[in-house]
């Protein structure tokens, strides 16, 4: 089945500064690439998303890149905002989601 | 449409009691999924439904838990006995179709065995 590594587990970044959070996958046949941030107490909600077929996505502060050749896709969030402040996941779809391990993120005003 | 809808919340109970967890997925959803979330093994799929037919049950523990979807608008996720290790987020999602494409997660419900 499919293998979802995520890293790093934690990351602290000033207000105004960019995130960075890396994910590989294992199968080849993964054709989906959503990023869903967790807040405290609630259920996760996606924020952005890719399909193998496309490089990068971009939205507003949000950006994803994908490398289908290396299995890795990473999320981009700049000019950070406390707001940011969660838990990111990133997940491969081959016939289901699987999910990375999380990313806390916190934003140092 | 509200979501998709869980209950109870938060549930306490002690070890041997049976527990049942409530979904109602997004009206005209045709996906259902039930993850469990713990800090140690993250985010793991239990089970997958699409058209109220479980598709992979692979992710189930064991035989003391259990999931049915009787109709397209409610769910449930069964563990009977409990046990203390089955403390954990349960959360419910759905989605529209079979392929790829955003799933819709619940608030989720707190279990807590004692």
């Known amino acids: 089945g499919e293998n979802v590594e995520q890293h790093p587990s934690t990351l602290s970044v000033q207000e105004g500064d960019s995130a960075v959070i890396k994910c590989t996958y294992s199968d080849s046949a993964s054709n989906y690439f959503p990023w869903y941030k967790q807040e405290l107490g609630k259920g996760p909600q996606l924020i952005i998303d890719?399909?193998?077929?496309?490089g990068e996505k971009k939205d507003q502060r949000i950006a994803v890149t994908l490398n289908k050749t290396a299995k890795h896709f990473s999320l981009h969030i700049t000019e950070t905002q406390p707001e940011d402040s969660a838990v990111y996941f990133c997940a491969a779809h081959d016939y289901k989601l699987s999910f990375g391990a999380g990313t806390t993120v916190t934003v140092r005003a | 449409d509200a979501g998709v809808i869980q209950s109870p919340r938060h549930e306490v109970t002690e070890m041997g009691q049976e527990v049942t967890l409530r979904c109602k997925p997004i009206s005209g959803h045709n996906s259902l999924f039930w993850y469990r979330q713990t800090m140690m093994r993250g985010l793991e799929l239990l089970i997958y439904?699409?058209?109220?037919?479980?598709?992979?049950d692979s992710g189930m523990p064991e035989d003391r838990f259990s999931a049915k979807m009787p109709n397209a608008s409610f769910s449930t996720l069964k563990i009977q006995p409990s046990e203390p290790r089955d403390s954990a987020v349960y959360f419910c999602?759905?989605?529209?179709?079979?392929?790829?494409?955003?799933?819709?997660f619940g608030q989720g419900t707190r279990l807590t065995v004692v």
């Open positions: 999602a759905s989605r529209d179709g079979i392929g790829p494409g955003e799933a819709f």
């Open positions: 439904f699409n058209n109220n037919v479980p598709i992979d």
């Open positions: 890719i399909r193998s077929n496309v």
